[in-house]
């Protein structure tokens, strides 16, 4: 076998994108950050950075994860942190002109939990908020305050953004995912509003509680009441040990 030349291959770089996802308002919302530097200074994109060289793709996603919200991972092969969030490996962007710097491949994660704090900017980041998502994929790009029009996503996050949209979308039909966006104990109707805001369409209550209640393994009663929703106790729910629902929950068409 011949001898390897690293110098026969061109260098590229590493980095790690974060499509972090909460539902806020009963709406679908992602974390933006403001790029305080070149390239795209001023844009919004989504959270991440580059990889370092000692440490693994999961380590350099929790690591931006952490920085960015100051949330901590799940971690499978280990012990989670109470109200840690979900985090997994979302697809990978290698077009050579993602970005205009050098040759840049993305290995873009999917984050999903509830409650998530007030964003704070971090690393290159000029300033950070949550939107809905509607309006970071908007047909006009971008979003803005008072009606300021601004550019789409740098780079290529839009894609990127829409993908782990779908993929969350997609997963909370045959999974319990969803559950990754309620608070340890929650409500069904509690559970019934983060369907709603992900799939972006009204649910039926009577028809939701049978479902969600009736299939084996999805939730748990927790033998407590709560009134935060207002009106009569509601009863409250924890994730069952379920990971694949069956029946699965079908989305409806739109």
Known sequence: ??????????????????????????????????RGEPPFQGRWALPGGF???????AAAAA?????????LAHDPSGQSPVNGAHLEQLATY???KRDPRMRVVSVAHLVLAPDLPAPRPG???????????????????????????????????????????????????YSSLATAFCPQEFTVGELR?????VWGVALDPRNFHRKVTGTP??????????????????????????????????????
């Open 51 to 57: 990889v370092r060289p000692d440490e693994d793709l």
């Open 1 to 34: 076998m011949a001898p390897y030349d690293p110098s026969a291959f061109p260098p590229f770089a590493v980095t790690v994108d974060l499509v972090v996802l909460t539902v806020r308002r009963h709406a679908l919302c992602a974390l933006a950050v403001r």
């Open 63 to 71: 690591r931006e994860l952490a920085e960015e919200t100051g949330l």
């Open 94 to 96: 290698g077009d050579p």
């Open 193 to 197: 509003r983060v369907y709603e805001a």
């Open 217 to 254: 393994g999805f939730l748990v009663p927790t033998g407590g009441t709560t009134t935060r929703q207002g009106g009569r106790p509601a009863q409250l729910f924890r994730a069952g040990g379920a990971t694949l629902l069956n029946p699965p929950m079908l989305r409806p068409e739109v």
């Open 123 to 173: 690393g290159d980041a000029h300033s950070a908020r949550w939107a809905p998502v509607e309006d970071l994929l908007g047909q006009e790009g971008g979003f803005g305050r008072d009606g300021e029009q601004v550019a789409p996503l740098a780079f290529d996050h839009a894609q990127i953004l829409a993908d782990g949209v779908e993929r969350a979308r997609s997963k909370i039909e």
